[in-house]
């Protein structure tokens, strides 16, 4: 026996499933099976105005398992994670940290990483902080560092070789 | 007193329940099993030992056996101890010889290895044979019942419970804390499904309740304490003072007119929207018919200065107006009683992100029920409470805080067609020109004639939304919602004058402490919890106590009426009778063991033991004792006992099986 | 008493939004807060979470170890950091299995995560550990005649669940600090918009329209400027607000200013203290003193 979307011909993946759950960070076994698609979610969402993102829509798809065709999508990637979805949904579903597992997935399996995504992650990697320095423009179009300012050294890791080995593992290590 | 046990004549009678249990236990051996068991003479198997073939088959082997003790095999005894016991009774053994061994529930319903399930079932056959030997005859003792009724809370549930029973030729109590009677059916406009006007339906029941000559009405009143047991409640009943004479007053309301605060305090009748002074009556039907002060703001009473003289009392002609009115605490003897304490409105504030405390033009389906009445705050016109205009566009948001795990989890039962039948009204009252919409989650319209109700709704040019807007934004001069459709699968932008929330229905705010007053439980949602929803859900566990209406969870009118009537003949059936047999399967106290230490008084919730003053022994009231155990379990000298629960026969059933 | 906490600067206050930093560095202390730095801090990991949650989980676990190896409690002032923080404290606190993976990370740089240490934001060290009399205490020159609107950021608001500074639906901490330096304040529908910070990292575009759509409502309801305590919406708001502006089809001219330096500005200090020559937005505008 098999459910089939014959729009897309993709099966539902239920194993994929235990793999988002495994994903969230916010401990929830499965409950996004008790959403009800009252669509509170997708009625406050930041994202869906500008860019069609419906949480309920995900939650949806992740019920039946269409996962693939979420993780294959840039739809995953709209989300502007202001957690209106998880703090509004009657049933304690949390859209955004589903979609933060998605975006995950899609990562892991070798994705393009869009953006700036794989530049921060890059700097992060190798400094510890998502930039370094800028030197900023002022009102007054002049520009200024840190340094030019009366403020401490920037703090960041010490040992960046050190940072940088723990950081690696978890960048492969599987969750 | 507790005898020694001696060589019983033992039968075991296993059932089937059809395959219920012979489908995973097999019952051929089990019966076997149970005739080769020390002290067992004869063991049988039937199909349907509940049945009359079954009962025969008991009782004549109780004869052709001459057995002194009986254990049947089969379900809960929660289902056919009873039963069983006029059985083993009816073949001349006494009742409380018989053991049930729940070999259904414990065994064939859970386990699907029918091996070990039959191997369990060995077990606790066995173990029950064990403590059958043990088994003392005993006899049940009597009381006598008070005729009289208390009826808590005079809503519709309350006021068709007193009626029934009043007409069943009982007296009745009926005691409300509000001034008048009539509860939150008094507040409505129109009922749906049938749309007949609720005072019109209600207010001839209200002059029913106070014209019958087997009710008497306490209004304003409190239960302030209880006492007793089923048959015999002793019920002190704490009426507020509310400074005005009722055997004087006659309802003429010049106090009213000429109060000081007059339409300067906000009226609980019309949801803080209409006004009342001091000296009021919450609305024109109430029963009785008769004006109260309110001492909370009352200039003399709370100031002890009303101008020269407090003028409602100088315009009383009936010189009904007595300040000096105190506090009164009135006994009550009754034997059974019906608790419909109502429900409460979920204060919408709780779910900030709907408006409701930022904009006065977001009210909730109650609200509405006054602006719609009219005998309303707006007689009858729906007016914007923002600039007194008639609305132009009017929203409903359903399941607000309801089927919600932050909030409430429960549906509310009525606020689907609550909000169907007020846009059936608005329609009415406005028009078709004004824009009417409602943002659904699932329309849940279940009753009789609901759905033919809600398909006429549909056809009313209204704006059904399937979805849930996330918040309601205050425009100023409008409110702004957005809303995802799923039905078109479009984010819909709704301005409108006007939102109408509809609230989740939760128990009172004090249900909880008076549910300790009467010893009743709540169920989780916080609501008083039935003693079975199937097949008891007008009993409590509490014997003699009955609920009925919104207090047991939410419902419409005609439920709550059904429930109503139900309760009432439930309590019928305890106040028909002259006495009450009391179970004797409760705690008594060996005398020679206690040492008075008292601790089984204080651990008792049911109030059943007292320390006789004199000999330094606890005593067990019989008709208050409900064997619930604890004292048992509390007592320290092992001196509290169990009637055929004892120590030696619970161990015996341990002893035989390890 | 002198209370002390760790400052965690975070990635983008430390490297580019310095207004926020030079402000809290000037007003804290006249309010008896010492503030530490510790050397050795990375990113709190929040921007990474769509790229692995787990890297998240560690950078924050891995700062607020540091936090507790000085024996501080952290003082976050950047709403993203804090929530990144807060999480990783929830989720370590209800799951042992993972406090202890990631603890077997931490090894390695030598550090280990309790979570003993607590983590506050601008708002409630304001508001809940000063207090609105102390701080009306040192008022100098209130800030008369101006209406501001309020953006908490949504970080510092949701989720509820894990414990945020502010209320999530209804907060009202700033309003009262401003209403104590001398403000006015006023409720707007959109106060608990998002500015789209985030969002810049990959679809910079929706972002700009997101801070545009929300300053162009603010303009129209008649503020004089808006507050806000968080560099991600700050730099939305102030930095990118001409940009922000045009998808909207707007020319902005908003005051933006951080809670701190409205702080400083009431107390007394001298503007060149509070870092106010870095906000682009007209700050000018506003006549205060
Ligand atoms: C907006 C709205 C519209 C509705 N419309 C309809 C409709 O059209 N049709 C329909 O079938 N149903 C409707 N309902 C449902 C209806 O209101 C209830 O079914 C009904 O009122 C329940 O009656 P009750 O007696 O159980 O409770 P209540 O009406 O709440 O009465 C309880 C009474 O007990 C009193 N009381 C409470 N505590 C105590 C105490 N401790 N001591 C003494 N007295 C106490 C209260 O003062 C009150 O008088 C509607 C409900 C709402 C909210
Ligand atoms: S708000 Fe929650 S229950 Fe409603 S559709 Fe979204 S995820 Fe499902
Ligand atoms: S967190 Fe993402 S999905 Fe949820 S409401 Fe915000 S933008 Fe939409
Ligand atoms: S004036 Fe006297 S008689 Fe008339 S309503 Fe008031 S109390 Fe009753
Ligand atoms: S009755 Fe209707 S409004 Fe009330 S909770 Fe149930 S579905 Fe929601």
Redesign the pocket.
């Known amino acids: 026996m098999s459910i089939v979307d014959l729009t897309s011909m993709g099966e539902s993946q239920a194993e994929l499933r235990k793999e988002i759950n495994d994903r969230l960070s916010r401990l929830q076994e499965d409950v996004s099976d008790y959403c009800y698609q009252c669509a509170k979610c997708t009625s406050g969402c930041e994202a869906h105005k500008l860019l069609e993102l419906e949480p309920h829509k995900i939650v949806a798809l992740l019920k039946r398992g269409l996962i693939d065709e979420m993780v294959n999508s840039d739809i995953i990637w709209t989300c502007m994670s202001c957690f209106k979805c998880r703090e509004r949904c009657p049933q304690k579903i949390a859209p955004v940290e589903i979609l933060f597992a998605l975006k995950n997935m899609a990562v892991a399996s070798g994705k393009q990483i869009p953006g700036k995504y794989s530049t921060i992650l890059q700097s992060v990697l190798s400094m510890g902080l998502i930039q370094d320095i800028q030197e900023v423009t002022m009102r007054d179009t002049k520009t200024k560092k840190r340094g030019d300012l009366d403020l401490p050294a920037l703090s960041k890791p010490s040992d960046p070789a050190k940072f940088q080995a723990g950081l690696m593992k978890i960048a492969v290590e599987k969750l | 007193m507790l005898g020694e046990s001696y060589m019983r004549r033992i039968g075991v009678f296993v059932c089937h329940c059809g395959v219920n249990i012979a489908q995973n236990v097999d019952v051929d051996a089990l019966t076997t099993y149970a005739s080769t068991l020390d002290g067992v003479v004869v063991a049988k198997q039937y199909k349907y030992m509940c049945s009359d073939v079954g009962a025969t088959l008991i009782k004549g082997s109780i004869k052709e056996h001459k057995l002194d003790g009986v254990v049947v095999a089969a379900c809960s005894p929660r289902m056919h101890e009873h039963t069983f016991r006029e059985v083993v009774n009816d073949g001349g053994v006494n009742p409380y010889q018989l053991e049930i061994v729940n070999i259904r529930e414990q065994c064939s319903w859970i386990h699907s290895d029918r091996k070990k399930a039959t191997e369990k079932a060995k077990f606790l056959v066995r173990s029950g044979v064990a403590k059958a030997k043990l088994l003392e005859p005993l006899q049940t003792s009597t009381l006598k019942v008070t005729p009289n009724a208390l009826v808590?809370?005079?809503?519709?549930?309350?006021?068709q419970a007193s009626l029934d029973l009043a007409n069943d030729g009982f007296k009745v109590y009926l005691?409300?804390?509000?001034p008048s009677?009539?509860?939150?059916?008094s507040q409505?406009d129109?009922?749906?499904p049938t749309l007949d006007c609720?005072s019109c339906i209600l207010t001839p029941k209200m002059m029913e309740v106070a014209n019958h000559q087997n009710i008497e009405l306490f209004t304003y009143?409190?239960?302030a304490d209880i006492e007793g047991s089923i048959g015999n409640y002793t019920v002190k009943v704490r009426k507020k003072p509310r400074y005005v004479d009722i055997d004087k007053c006659t309802g003429c309301g010049d106090c009213a007119t000429a109060c000081r605060l007059k339409d300067r305090i906000a009226s609980e009748f019309d949801m803080g929207m209409g006004k009342r002074g001091a000296a009021y009556m919450p609305f024109p039907q109430a029963v009785p018919l008769k004006y109260t002060i309110d001492a909370e703001h009352c200039l003399f009473i709370t100031r002890g200065k009303c101008g020269d003289k407090p003028a409602c009392r100088e315009a009383c002609a009936q010189k009904a107006i007595d300040f000096d009115q105190k506090e009164e605490i009135v006994d009550l003897k009754v034997g059974a009683i019906v608790v419909?304490?109502?429900?409460d409105?979920l204060n919408p504030e709780s779910l900030y992100e709907y408006g409701y405390a930022n904009s006065p033009d977001v009210i909730?389906?109650?609200e509405?029920?006054r602006l719609i009445s009219s005998s309303g705050p707006t007689k009858g016109e729906i007016l914007r409470l923002s600039d007194q205009q008639e609305p132009k566009s009017v929203t409903f948001i359903l399941c607000i805080g309801s089927r919600d795990e932050t909030q409430c989890t429960w549906c509310c039962r009525?606020g689907c067609?609550?909000a169907l039948?007020h846009v059936y009204l608005l329609r009415e009252k406005l028009g078709d020109d004004v824009e009417i919409n409602v943002c659904y989650t699932d329309i849940r319209s279940y009753g009789k004639g609901y759905e033919e109700f809600y398909r006429n709704v549909r056809g009313l040019k209204t704006n059904m939304f399937r979805g849930r807007p996330s918040e309601v934004c205050n425009m100023g001069d409008h409110q702004k919602i957005d809303v995802f459709d799923t039905t078109t699968n479009k984010l819909f932008e709704i301005k409108t004058d006007m939102v109408v929330l509809v609230p989740a229905?939760v128990p009172?705010a004090?249900a909880g402490d008076?549910a300790r007053l009467l010893h009743l439980t709540l169920s989780g949602d916080g609501f008083f919890l039935e003693a079975h929803p199937k097949l008891r859900p007008m009993d409590t566990f509490v014997n003699g106590i009955f609920i009925?209406?919104?207090?047991q969870g939410p419902?419409?009118?005609?439920?709550?009426v059904s429930q109503?009537s139900g309760a009432a003949s439930r309590a019928a059936t305890i106040l028909s009778k002259e006495e009450l047999e009391i179970d004797p399967l409760i705690a008594v106290v060996d005398e020679e063991v206690c040492t008075g230490c008292g601790i089984c008084v204080e651990i008792c919730p049911y109030e059943a033991r007292i320390l006789n003053e004199k000999t330094k022994i606890a005593e067990v009231n019989d008709a208050l004792c409900t064997g619930c155990g604890a004292c048992i379990a509390a007592c320290p000298s092992n001196a509290s006992i169990h009637r055929n629960f004892t120590k030696k026969q619970l161990l015996n059933m341990v002893d035989d099986i390890i | 008493m002198k209370r002390k906490f760790a400052l965690y600067p975070g990635c983008i206050m430390s490297t580019e939004q310095y207004a926020y930093e030079i402000s809290i560095r000037e007003t804290l202390p006249l309010l008896d807060i010492e503030l530490v730095d510790i050397d050795g801090f990375s990113c709190c990991g929040e921007p990474l979470k769509s790229v692995n949650q787990l890297m998240m989980l560690y950078l924050s676990a891995r700062n607020l170890a540091l936090a507790e190896k000085n024996k501080l409690d952290m003082f976050a002032p950047c709403a993203i950091c804090h929530l990144a923080l807060s999480e990783c404290r929830y989720v370590l606190g209800s799951n042992p299995e993972m406090k202890g993976r990631i603890n077997g990370m931490l090894a390695a740089e030598d550090l280990t995560y309790n979570g003993t240490g607590e983590i506050v934001h601008t708002v409630d060290l304001l508001h809940d550990r000063i207090g609105i009399e102390e701080i009306a205490k040192h008022v100098k020159k209130p800030l008369k005649d101006i209406k501001l609107a309020t953006h908490y950021g949504c970080h510092a608001i949701r989720p509820k669940e894990i414990g945020r500074p502010v209320d999530s639906e209804h907060p009202m901490k700033m309003e009262a600090i401003l209403s104590a330096l001398g403000a006015e304040t006023a409720e707007y529908p959109e106060k608990l918009d998002c500015c789209g910070g985030l969002l810049q990292i990959n679809l910079d575009e929706s972002a700009l329209a997101k801070a545009g759509q929300k300053l162009k409502a603010v303009h129209e309801h008649g503020f004089d400027g808006l507050v806000d305590v968080c560099p991600w919406c700050h730099k939305m708001f102030d930095a990118r607000q001409t940009k922000a502006g045009e998808t909207v089809a707007a020319k902005l001219d908003l005051p933006v200013f951080y809670l701190t330096q409205l702080l400083g500005l009431a107390f007394g200090v001298k503007k060149e203290k509070l870092g106010l020559e870095f906000n682009l937005s007209p700050v000018d505008k506003i006549q205060i003193g």
């Open positions: 808590i809370g005079g809503g519709i549930a309350g006021i005691v409300e804390r509000e009677i009539g509860g939150r059916m409505l129109k009922t749906f609720s009143a409190e239960v419909a304490t109502g429900y409105l909730t389906t109650l509405l029920e009525i067609m609550s039948k229905l009172r004090d008076f009925a209406g919104c207090c419902k419409d009118i005609q439920d709550t109503a």
